[in-house]
């Protein structure tokens, strides 16, 4: 390899040490589950964001799509993918990647919760759930109770928001 071809090291950048139950991280109610923010794009330089997605029965957003790529493990649990309109299972221990563009949703159509490790990249992601979610105590707090129209409220939010990150919402 040639000398140079690695920039030098950033040293304003630092090590990132992520823990789930960290109160001072961002857990957040969204799409019917409980998100916690792990590691942020102004962690990264936005070359990625981390975010730990416990997912009840029923959970899962709605069709969408988006110009980035996003990648989930699943940790525990199970979850059904549709992708372009096929759908897949991902168990515990499995990795499914969204190409950028693809229209797509996940659905934990099953009797236990799961949790998912989502990574996005480049980042943004995580500050768009920032701005539509509702803040909760921690990784395991239940979302709020929301009257019909504060959930209504809560999807025109993200949908009014969803083009500023670079996401297509693909219902109505």
Same mark, same amino acid.
């Given at each position: 390899?040639?000398?140079?071809? !690695?920039? /030098?090291?950033? =040293?304003?950048?630092?090590?990132?040490?992520?823990?789930?139950?960290?109160?001072?991280?961002?857990?957040?109610? !969204?799409?019917? #589950?409980?998100?916690?923010?792990?590691?942020?794009?102004?962690?990264?330089?936005?070359? @990625?964001?981390? !975010?730990?997605?416990?997912? =009840?029965?029923? %959970?899962?957003?709605?069709? &969408?799509? &988006?110009?980035?790529?996003?990648?989930?493990?699943?940790? +525990?649990?199970?979850?059904?993918?549709?992708?372009? %309109?096929?759908?897949?299972?991902?168990?515990?221990?499995?990795?499914? *990647?969204?190409?950028?563009?693809?229209? &797509? $949703?996940?659905? *934990? /159509? $099953?009797?236990?919760?799961?949790?998912?490790?989502?990574?996005?990249?480049?980042? #943004?992601?995580?500050?768009?759930?920032?701005?539509?979610? +509702?803040?909760?105590?921690?990784?395991? /707090?239940?979302?709020?109770?929301?009257?019909?129209?504060?959930?209504?409220?809560?999807?025109?939010?993200?949908?009014?928001?969803?083009?500023? @990150?670079?996401?297509?919402?693909?219902?109505?």
């Amino acid at each position: 390899m040639a000398s140079g071809a !690695i920039p /030098s090291d950033d =040293p304003t950048r630092t090590l990132v040490h992520a823990r789930p139950d960290d109160p001072g991280l961002a857990h957040l109610a !969204i799409a019917g #589950g409980t998100y916690t923010i792990l590691v942020t794009g102004e962690q990264t330089a936005g070359r @990625y964001c981390l !975010i730990d997605m416990r997912v =009840p029965p029923g %959970g899962g957003p709605p069709p &969408h799509r &988006h110009d980035f790529e996003e990648m989930f493990t699943v940790l +525990d649990g199970a979850v059904e993918f549709t992708f372009r %309109g096929e759908q897949t299972v991902a168990r515990a221990g499995e990795t499914v *990647n969204i190409p950028a563009n693809a229209p &797509h $949703f996940f659905r *934990n /159509s $099953f009797d236990q919760p799961a949790r998912l490790l989502c990574m996005c990249t480049p980042a #943004g992601q995580d500050e768009y759930f920032l701005r539509v979610g +509702d803040r909760v105590d921690g990784p395991t /707090s239940p979302p709020p109770a929301l009257t019909e129209e504060e959930q209504a409220e809560r999807r025109n939010r993200a949908a009014a928001l969803a083009a500023d @990150y670079r996401t297509e919402l693909l219902i109505g």
